[in-house]
């Protein structure tokens, strides 16, 4: 497995921006594919965006489509969420895993290393 570590949560305000990193370490970040999902209060942890492992490929969930970014840093072991045109729907607690496989990335379990995850909390 991979230890993750998400950072870049806080409070903003709407319409506002953050950007989540998430630092990798342990087995090689390569060729994993990475992911963030977001659990709301009361909710079950959904799928937000994910990458492949050379960025060819991106997803992302229907809300966030236009105002959010993946992106990722091989070198660093580092995956990013921009998160522009923050609404307070997208309060959450935000999460990063890793996939040791290149497909069904939108799947929660595809993963099997999990961060602790970094809250956002965006306010109207």
């Known amino acids: 497995q991979v230890q993750l570590v998400e950072f870049g949560g806080g409070l903003v305000q709407a319409g506002g921006s953050l950007r989540l990193s998430c630092a990798a370490s342990?087995?090689?970040?390569?060729?994993?594919?990475m992911g963030w999902f977001r659990q709301a209060p009361g909710k079950e942890r959904e799928f937000v965006s994910a990458?492949?492992?050379?960025?060819?490929?991106?997803y992302y969930a229907e809300s966030v489509k236009g105002r959010f970014s993946i992106s990722r840093d091989n070198a660093k072991n580092t995956v990013y969420l921009q998160m522009n045109s923050l609404k307070p729907e997208d309060t959450a607690v935000y999460y990063c895993?890793?996939?040791?496989?290149?497909?069904?990335?939108?799947?929660?379990?595809?993963?099997?290393?999990w961060g602790q995850g970094t809250r956002v909390t965006v306010s109207s």
């Open positions: 895993a890793a996939a040791p496989v290149l497909a069904r990335l939108t799947i929660k379990s595809t993963y099997d290393s």
């Open positions: 342990g087995r090689t970040f390569s060729p994993y594919g």
């Open positions: 990458i492949t492992w050379r960025a060819s490929s991106t």
